[in-house]
């Protein structure tokens, strides 16, 4: 039986093998080397297109960008927005602003100290907080959802400080 199954891998193998030689590979034109001095496109230290023109490609990925910092931390036991959490609520409201069938979820969260319910509570008031902020910058209330998992979903397990200020956050989800 042994031999039967050897013999029908090795015919397996054999049509296998074929049928990769016998397949050839398209070529793919290749891009003729580029002069001195000519006008290559510009990249970033990222590798994406540098911020010298106004196309719309360079505008999406500097949006891009600009939105990848989504979260906005905040001190124990507080809903007031921080500085750096005001700047990244501003990226988002200029975003909102300027695409007004885009729209957010903004999820509360907080540390694990206090009871589930305070914490609800509290990721619930973190997350008003930063929709009271986007709203004064214009963006309109239907762009705006908001959810609270209170420490339910926390981005860092641990029971120490740097643990606990990474939970504290409200989190904007594009969606």
């Known amino acids: 039986m042994s031999k039967n199954v050897l013999i029908a891998t090795m015919v397996v193998l054999a049509v296998a093998a074929s049928g990769c030689a ?13 002069s001195y001095g000519s006008s290559a496109p510009a990249t970033d230290v990222y590798g994406g297109a540098a911020q010298i023109g106004s196309s719309p490609s360079d505008s999406a990925i500097a949006a891009e960008r600009a939105l990848s910092n ?22 988002f409201a200029s975003y909102l602003s300027a695409n007004p069938a ?28 930063v929709e009271s902020a986007l709203l004064s910058k214009g963006v309109g209330q239907d762009q705006l959802s908001l959810l609270s998992y209170g420490e339910e979903r926390p981005a860092v397990p641990g029971h120490d400080e740097a643990a606990y200020a990474q939970n504290r956050r409200v989190q904007i989800i594009r969606q």
């Open 22 to 34: 016998s397949s050839k590979k398209k070529s793919t034109p290749t891009a003729a080397p580029e």
């Open 70 to 91: 989504n979260v906005v931390y905040f001190e124990y036991d507080s809903s007031d927005i921080s500085a750096e959490g005001l700047e990244v609520v501003g990226r």
């Open 102 to 129: 885009s729209r957010v979820r903004l999820e509360g969260h907080a540390d694990e100290r206090g009871s589930r319910e305070y914490n609800v509570g509290l990721g619930e008031r973190r997350a008003k907080s």
